[in-house]
């Protein structure tokens, strides 16, 4: 026989279980996060930690090559679960844009922490950190006094004297970027043309690999992000600090436009469904706390003038850095794939 009241109560019973777990899973979702990132998770993993420790917010990264996230990204839509993109370069950065992937941040605490020139124009990306990439050369075999700025490392005397990594690396994209922007097209392809005569070897490794060339002897000078240098001197490993004591730095361009520097940096996706917790992390990598981890950990410069660089770092020295057109990298970057291709550096 049919029971009115045992189906009324476990009618409430089934609805008030369907709510509590209706409950939890919106508790679950505001207290997580969801980022695709390009930078290694070690670098990055003392700022999740730490943002984790301070909100309570549960941080759920996947890591991996930036420009794939930005064409997986387009395919997701909507249906996406990241809710930030982290990147190593502004060139990154200005391509996600470009494809519309992120969205207008409107943060004070943004606004007071970073520059105006470290951010879009838009305010839909943003620089947490600052890395150079000026002359590495060989202690022994190279006079400092030789050594002028970037356009000097075209001059013949240099002749197999330099290593570089490839030109599909988008840190020498963005350098032969800086060289359009600042030299012009016409320029910058003599540039180029010039410079690969004087490689020692065909390109190939990444910054680190280079300094170990000079090292070894393989070639006396190249290009590279300060951040490699400083972390081989710091390593654990004791064939990377001996290749780093080495070499030494030199800051080129320092009487016209500056050394080249770039940004890493983030936006919050479009369709993000934890704006709130996004806004939050982009807000406490603004931090001083969030500043001084990126100086201290990574070796790389603070986008905020009160957090100093780590001892290593600061030992390299000041500079003046060509910090005034960050925003048209992006724009160069086709044309620096272009020429780069076209003289035969690969």
């Not at 490839?166 to 800086?178: A, D, G, P, R």
Request: charged share 30%.
């Amino acid at each position: 026989m049919f029971n009115i009241k045992k189906f009324i109560l476990k009618s409430i019973f089934i609805l008030t279980l369907l709510s509590l777990i209706h409950i939890n899973l919106e508790s679950k979702s505001e207290s997580e996060l969801n980022i695709y990132s390009g930078r290694k998770l070690h670098l990055i993993d003392p700022l999740i930690k730490e943002f984790e420790k301070d909100y309570k917010i549960k941080v759920n990264i996947t890591t991996g090559k930036a420009d794939e996230f930005i064409e997986r990204l387009k395919l997701e839509k909507k249906n996406t679960k990241a809710d930030i993109l982290l990147t190593t370069d502004i060139a990154r950065l200005s391509r996600a844009k470009k494809n519309n992937l992120f969205q207008k941040v409107n943060s004070e605490i943004l606004k007071n922490n970073i520059p105006s020139k470290y951010t879009s124009k838009d305010f839909d990306w943003f620089g947490f950190s600052i890395r150079a990439r000026p002359i590495i050369y060989s202690k022994e075999r190279i006079n400092k006094k030789e050594l002028k700025n970037y356009e000097n490392l075209a001059d013949a005397k240099w002749n197999k004297k330099i290593c570089m990594r490839s030109s599909n690396n988008v840190y020498n994209q963005s350098l032969i970027s800086y060289m359009i922007i600042n030299l012009g097209e016409k320029r910058t392809d003599l540039w180029i043309k010039n410079l690969i005569k004087n490689f020692a070897r065909k390109p190939y490794g990444g910054d680190r690999d280079q300094i170990k060339a000079i090292a070894s002897g393989q070639c006396d000078i190249t290009v590279a992000n300060t951040y490699y240098l400083a972390n081989m001197l710091n390593s654990k490993n004791e064939k990377d600090r001996n290749a780093a004591k080495k070499v030494s730095l030199f800051w080129p361009n320092q009487n016209t436009f500056g050394t080249h520097i770039n940004l890493s940096g983030a936006g919050i996706i479009k369709d993000s469904k934890n704006y709130d917790n996004a806004v939050l992390f982009l807000e406490f990598l603004s931090s001083q706390k969030a500043q001084e981890i990126y100086t201290k950990k990574i070796n790389e410069y603070s986008v905020r003038k009160d957090v100093e660089p780590s001892k290593i770092v600061f030992k390299f020295g000041k500079f003046k850095s060509d910090d005034k057109q960050l925003h048209e990298i992006g724009k160069e970057i086709e044309k620096a794939i272009y020429l780069s291709s076209k003289n035969g550096w690969k």
